[in-house]
C-alpha cells in the first residue's frame, strides 16, 4: 500500500441531515449529548470532553453528510489538499466552532472532513462509579445511588462503513488517514475473503481504540453506525434504560463485542441512523501486528444477545 499523506489524530463528528431539528434534539438529548449550539440551520450537540461538538445535525434531507476527523495541524490539511485526489481546498467552517477544513470523497463517495482549529470548551462534570468486585473493595462507606438518567457521552468512539469493495476502502484509509489494521475477520474457510477490517488511528507509541473506523462487506455503500464512549458501565446500562423508557428503538445489546471488548448498546435514531454506546474498548499502539481471525471468532457477543440481521443490514446513506 502507498504511504499515508497523514495521519489523522481522532474521529470528530458525525454530520447527519434531519428534517426536523426538535425531534432529532430530542433523541439526542435521551442518548446522552449535550446541546452546545443552535441555528436556524443546525444543531450541534457536545459530550463531556473538551470538543466543541461531536455530533452535527442539519436541517434538510434525511442524509449521511459527512464524518469528520482531527488533524494534527493545519499543514496537514492544506497536504491533504495538494496531494488528495478530488480534494476541496482549505477552507473555514462557518459554523459555530469554526475550525478549517478539508473535504475528501471516500472510496464510496462519502464525504470525510478532515478538520483542524475547531474551538475546544470546559469539560463537563462526570459522574463516575466505584466499584466493588471480586479482586477490590474501593467504595468504602459509601453508597452507590443512580438516578434514572441518560448516558453522559464523553467522545466520539468510531465510525463503520458498510461497503461493496472492502479492499479498496481499507486502502483509501490507509492512504489518507494514515489508519492501521487492528485486526481483519475472513470468511470462514477462505483466509482471501476479508468480511471485516478494524482499523485505528496511527499515533506511533500512544494506544488509542481499537478500531476508529471499520469497514463491513456488504452489497450496499452505508453508514453502519457511529460510535460514542460513555463513561462506565453504570452509565451505560442506566442509559439503556433511560432510552428504553423514552420510547426509542432498540437495535442491539446490551453486549460485549469480541474484536475491540467493548460493552455496546445500540440505538436507532428518529430517521433509522444507528447510534452506539460503549464503554471499556480494547487499546492498541502503533507496535502491536495486525491480527487476522474467521468469522466464527471476531463477529459475534462474547456475552448477550448476537446481531440481528437488521444490525447486520444498516446502511445509512
Ligand atoms: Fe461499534
Not at 489494521?181 to 482471501?192: G, R
Not at 460514542?228 to 446490551?254: F, K, S
Not at 487476522?292 to 448476537?306: A, M
Request: overall charge negative; some cysteine.
Amino acid at each position: 500500500m502507498q504511504d499515508p499523506i497523514i495521519r489523522v489524530r481522532d474521529i470528530a463528528w458525525v454530520r447527519l441531515g434531519a428534517p426536523d431539528l426538535d425531534q432529532a434534539e430530542g433523541f439526542l438529548t435521551d442518548f446522552g449529548l449535550v446541546r452546545q449550539a443552535r441555528t436556524e440551520a443546525a444543531l450541534f450537540m457536545r459530550g463531556t470532553g473538551d470538543a466543541h461538538h461531536v455530533h452535527i445535525t442539519e436541517r434538510g434531507p434525511d442524509r449521511v453528510l459527512g464524518i469528520g476527523f482531527t488533524a494534527d495541524s493545519e499543514a496537514d490539511l492544506h497536504r491533504l489538499a495538494r496531494e488528495a485526489a478530488g480534494a476541496s481546498g482549505v477552507e473555514a467552517l462557518n459554523e459555530p466552532g469554526g475550525g478549517k477544513c478539508v473535504r475528501l470523497k471516500e472510496h464510496n463517495g462519502f464525504t470525510i472532513e478532515v478538520v483542524h482549529g475547531v474551538a475546544t470548551v470546559e469539560k463537563l462534570p462526570e459522574r463516575h462509579s466505584v466499584l466493588n468486585t471480586g479482586r477490590a473493595r474501593d467504595r468504602l462507606g459509601k453508597f452507590q445511588r443512580i438516578d434514572p438518567r441518560p448516558c453522559q457521552v464523553k467522545r466520539p468512539g468510531h465510525a463503520v462503513l458498510s461497503t461493496p469493495d472492502i479492499e479498496g476502502s481499507v486502502a483509501w484509509a490507509h492512504r489518507h488517514l494514515g489508519f492501521i489494521v487492528s485486526e481483519h475477520v475472513h470468511a470462514e474457510d477462505d483466509p482471501e475473503t476479508l468480511l471485516a477490517s478494524f482499523n485505528r488511528a496511527d499515533r506511533g507509541a500512544d494506544f488509542v481504540d481499537h478500531h476508529v473506523m471499520m469497514f463491513g462487506r456488504h452489497s450496499r455503500a452505508g453508514l453502519n453506525h457511529i460510535s460514542y464512549e460513555v463513561q462506565d458501565m453504570d452509565d451505560l446500562h442506566a442509559g439503556h434504560d433511560w432510552l428504553r423508557q423514552r420510547g426509542h428503538y432498540h437495535l442491539w445489546g446490551i453486549g460485549r463485542h469480541l474484536l475491540g471488548s467493548q460493552v455496546f448498546d445500540y440505538w436507532k435514531d428518529p430517521w433509522g441512523r444507528v447510534h452506539e454506546h460503549w464503554t471499556d474498548t480494547d487499546v492498541l499502539n502503533a507496535a502491536m501486528p495486525t491480527r487476522s481471525v474467521p468469522k466464527s471468532q471476531g463477529l459475534r457477543s462474547q456475552w448477550g444477545p448476537q446481531a440481528p440481521q437488521e444490525f447486520r443490514d444498516a446502511a445509512s446513506v
